[in-house]
């Protein structure tokens, strides 16, 4: 147990680290960046362990397994947000474990997350999901029909739009990766003064790529294996 906690400490500190130097050399406030723990595929103890070392925000990418965390962790005071792919019939189930989906990635689901949380009486936050490398293997809205799709679920009252995701290309040289990030940030400023003050959160880097995305203008970024090591249970 103890060797569990020295390994996640000494990871957490060098994601840390790491975090400083990208935020000092662009001049950013480390306040900006949010670290959330990517938690899929890790055992409980492990974002046990992770909660006990000062993480407070874990994201899941599938509703069952999160489920089943949440409620075996349901006496921490975790932030738990929702970062896969999220399927309309796991809306209502999803609108009562986790706080904020991070990939709203098409017209259908923007439907049923309006009728679930209007059920509900509450208000979703939401980010929306760019496919910024036009992958045909990813989720996510093109860059070029962003506007159309906001257009048509800006009359969603229960939707409340607070950033932008994307999971751009794996590209093993970093710089190759940045202007995928730059590309995102265009897009967020861009559509920043019709969104006003909620509108605030780029969720972009993981493991790979998060120094880069920070640079660029991450207010969170997703961390799994250079913080908890190899992905284990699939559940
Ligand atoms: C798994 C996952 C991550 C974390 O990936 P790592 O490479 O383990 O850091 C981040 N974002 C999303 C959407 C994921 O599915």
């Known amino acids: 147990m103890q060797d569990l906690k020295e390994l996640l400490k000494k990871n957490y500190e060098n994601i840390l680290t790491k975090l400083q130097k990208a935020c000092l050399k662009v001049g950013r406030p480390l306040d900006e960046v949010r670290v959330l723990a990517a938690s899929k595929g890790q055992s409980i103890e492990k974002i046990r362990t992770a909660y006990e070392l000062g993480i407070k925000l874990f994201g899941e990418n599938y509703v069952q397994e999160g489920e089943a965390k949440i409620k075996e962790l349901s006496s921490l005071e975790i932030e738990w947000h929702f970062i896969g792919r999220l399927q309309t019939n796991k809306v209502k189930k999803a609108l009562g474990l986790f706080s904020v989906l991070h990939t709203l990635d098409r017209y259908e689901l923007a439907k049923e997350l309006q009728k679930q949380a209007d059920k509900l009486n509450k208000v979703v936050p939401v980010l929306i999901e760019i496919n910024i490398g036009k992958e045909p293997t990813k989720a996510g809205i093109k860059k070029e029909e962003v506007e159309e799709f906001l257009e048509k679920i800006l009359g969603f009252k229960r939707i409340k739009i607070i950033g932008l995701m994307c999971l751009p290309p794996y590209k093993e040289k970093l710089e190759e990766v940045r202007p995928y990030f730059i590309e995102m940030r265009k897009i967020f400023d861009s559509l920043k003064p019709y969104l006003g ?39």
Do not use: W
């Open 197 to 235: 003050e909620d509108f605030k959160e780029l969720s972009m880097g993981t493991s790979h790529d998060y120094p880069v995305a920070i640079e660029e203008g991450a207010t969170i970024i997703r961390i799994g294996e250079a913080l908890f090591g190899k992905r284990e249970c699939k559940l």
